[in-house]
């Protein structure tokens, strides 16, 4: 398996740098594996796709605004920080910071009194940032932090942001990202999916920053841990879903990977915790029949995934096909179900 099979050129105008003004008008590719064959549809037709009786599995993680824009206390210099996640040190967490900085600088922001001093890094490399002025950096994100928009979106993030980069069922704040194949859902198609007599069950996965990290060797690539939970009622639906030989819809690779986590000789068992399941070919999926997608970037461990999913020749004929026909690419793009 070379790592050069997972590129492939896509024209800069195809990656969407806004949401669509209606979620659910955006178009789905349908691929179908066992003809080979791809189907041009919008997001709306989806409840036409899935048999009565089906399960439809959602991520309802919720993306909470983990941006925050500083400056250099020294030199009023410009510093972007992405809040990953807390530590056991009181005020002290793991962030993406831009420009690198040194052990001791800090980062002061708009609102009076809270400041940032660089720590230094974890075991991993990740910076440690330690919060002074705030008793709750949560609180201080919800009120002076930006969405977290992904770096191919070449945008300040704006008001906006908060309600299109989050899904219509986000419940449990903890993602820095947001499962974007669920961003085309509306309220009223999910009313005409359950009324369609299809199940609509939710799991819960918090997307870190290594959704976005490249490739560089396969054999040899970590993943980043993300912390999930499968309640024990979803699970057991699932499981009955499967003895009855009813199909399960995965809503993007998030779900899918949680599932596939979960389980055990064909059989989901419930739980908390992290993973970082990296799936690649060839892989045997036991919990996912079907799967709903965006389209990703190059050399990633989400395309990698895809590619496990509906076989490397018919990914590459989908993304092309889609490259030719205009499609939308990336978190605010368009989507592809594979059944």
């Known amino acids: 398996m070379n790592l050069s099979d997972f590129d492939y050129p896509l024209p800069k105008e195809l990656i969407a740098q806004f949401p669509l003004a209606q979620r659910d008008a955006s178009r789905l590719l ?35 605004p983990a941006g925050l824009l500083g400056r250099k206390k020294e030199t009023g210099g410009k510093v972007d920080i992405l809040l990953l996640s807390s530590t056991p040190q009181k005020n002290i967490w793991k962030c993406l910071v831009q420009p690198a900085l040194k052990e001791g600088q800090c980062v002061v922001f708009d609102r009076a009194g809270v400041e940032a001093v660089f720590a230094g890094r974890d075991a991993a490399g990740i910076s440690l940032m330690e919060f002074k002025g705030s008793e709750d950096i949560r609180s201080f994100a919800e009120s002076s932090g930006r969405m977290p928009l992904p ?6 993030p704006g008001e906006t942001d908060k309600e299109a980069y989050q899904t219509v069922y986000a ?19 999910l009313n005409k999916i359950r009324e369609k007599g299809i199940q ?41 879903a499967r003895l009855g030989h009813r199909g399960i819809w995965a809503v993007g690779t998030t779900t899918l990977r949680v599932l596939e986590t979960c389980v055990q000789n064909k059989k989901l068992i419930p739980g908390k915790g992290e993973t970082d399941l990296f799936i690649k070919e060839p892989f045997e999926f036991e919990a996912v029949d079907h799967l709903i997608t965006n389209f990703h970037l190059p050399k990633t461990t989400l395309l990698l995934l895809v590619s496990a999913f509906m076989g490397e020749r018919l990914r590459k004929k989908a993304y092309e096909h889609a490259i030719a026909q205009r499609y939308r690419f990336y978190s605010y793009g368009d989507a592809m179900v594979i059944i």
């Open 171 to 189: 419940k449990r704040e903890g993602a820095v990202a947001a499962p974007t194949a669920g961003l085309h859902f509306t309220n009223e198609l």
């Open 30 to 64: 349908v691929a179908d594996r066992k003809t080979g064959s791809l189907t041009d549809k919008r997001f709306r037709d989806l409840a036409e796709l899935v048999p009565p009786g089906d399960i439809l599995v959602l991520n309802d993680t919720k993306v909470f």
């Open 151 to 156: 770096p191919y979106i070449k945008r300040v």
């Open 200 to 240: 609509v069950l939710r799991m819960t996965l918090h997307v870190g920053y290594g959704t976005f990290k490249p490739v560089e060797d396969i054999e040899n690539h970590r993943m980043h841990s993300e912390t999930f939970e499968l309640t024990e009622e979803v699970a057991d639906k699932i499981n009955e």
